[in-house]
């Protein structure tokens, strides 16, 4: 979830506070037994990798969850705030709950009605200046007031 939170602030927290950024990495890299084979991050560190086959993505290194590659791309290093990783862990919990296909709550109808039955549902999708238009409610809009300070244009 952290890297669809990252692409959609459009912000890979690859600042430090002073405003120099964290390190960049490009070239050619090997991924073996789950793991990034690097010595320029520390364990518990995340990063983001690019120009992967199969491991595009933030990720926290030292957890071992990779598909083994060699690929030629960039590793970023990344500084995410606590904040960030909290809210990340609250989308989860929403989207495990809410973001099926299946669920009621998902439904991009505001009204529905059947074999006598009538229902209403509130509109949930935000405006065009929050960037999100959808009628339908997703973790964007439920979320849009604690990722806006976030956010990069």
């Known amino acids: 979830m952290l890297t669809e939170i990252c692409q959609y602030l459009k912000n890979w927290f690859n600042r430090k506070p002073d405003g120099s950024e ?7 890299f090997e991924i073996a037994d789950g793991e990034l084979v690097t ?6 560190q995340y990063y983001r990798i690019m120009g992967s086959l199969f491991n ?3 990720h926290r290194y030292g957890e071992g969850n990779l598909a083994d590659e060699t690929f030629d791309g960039a590793i970023w290093s990344m500084g995410v705030p606590a ?3 909290k809210l ?7 989207q495990k709950e809410y973001g ?6 998902m439904s991009p109808y505001a009204s529905e009605s059947f074999g006598g039955y009538s229902y209403t549902k509130a509109s949930g999708g935000g405006s065009a200046s929050s ?3 959808s009628s339908a409610t997703t973790w964007q809009s439920v979320f849009y007031a604690r990722l806006a300070p ?3 244009i």
């Open 83 to 85: 904040e960030i990783l």
């Open 39 to 44: 010595d320029q991050l520390a364990v518990g």
């Open 100 to 105: 099926t296909v299946e669920s009621a709550n």
């Open 131 to 133: 960037g999100v238009t």
């Open 56 to 58: 595009d993505g933030v």
């Open 22 to 28: 964290y390190p960049k990495y490009y070239g050619e």
């Open 88 to 94: 990340a862990d609250d989308v989860t919990a929403w």
């Open 150 to 152: 976030w956010r990069k």
